[in-house]
């Protein structure tokens, strides 16, 4: 195994991706972390923490759905679910460029 940096960097900015295509949030780091979990030090862990928030995310989102039709809350938990996405793929990106461990808040550890 060898260490790359800037792959695991790219692997949580492509998160943001969501952005930009809608899905390519998701699709980019499950495509990264199945192609290099076994090449890249270092790829497995964070790979498996990004897509555990990323699903996490995506259920929160689904909690909201009612929320907003009952008691209008959800439009909030939208709000912070999309400064969730925006926010801890940077932070995280910067942690791991200054060799710090990642962490993903409210994640379900659904891939272990």
């Not at 995280?92 to 891939?111: L, R």
């Given at each position: 195994m060898k260490k790359n940096k800037q792959l695991l960097v790219l692997t949580h900015l492509s998160q943001l991706l969501d952005f930009v295509?809608?899905?390519?949030?998701f699709i980019v780091?499950?495509?990264l972390w199945l192609v290099k979990k076994d090449e890249v030090l270092g790829?497995?862990?964070q790979g498996k923490e990004?897509?555990?928030f990323r699903?996490?995310?995506f259920i929160y989102a689904l909690i909201c759905i009612p929320l907003v039709i009952l008691f209008g809350l959800g439009l909030i938990g939208f709000f912070v679910i999309g400064i969730f996405y925006l926010i801890f793929p940077i932070i995280?990106?910067?942690k791991v460029s200054n060799n710090e461990e990642p962490n993903y808040p409210?994640?379900?550890?659904?891939?272990?």
């Amino acid at each position: 195994m060898k260490k790359n940096k800037q792959l695991l960097v790219l692997t949580h900015l492509s998160q943001l991706l969501d952005f930009v295509s809608g899905i390519g949030g998701f699709i980019v780091p499950l495509i990264l972390w199945l192609v290099k979990k076994d090449e890249v030090l270092g790829m497995d862990k964070q790979g498996k923490e990004i897509l555990n928030f990323r699903i996490s995310m995506f259920i929160y989102a689904l909690i909201c759905i009612p929320l907003v039709i009952l008691f209008g809350l959800g439009l909030i938990g939208f709000f912070v679910i999309g400064i969730f996405y925006l926010i801890f793929p940077i932070i995280n990106a910067i942690k791991v460029s200054n060799n710090e461990e990642p962490n993903y808040p409210f994640s379900i550890q659904f891939i272990s």
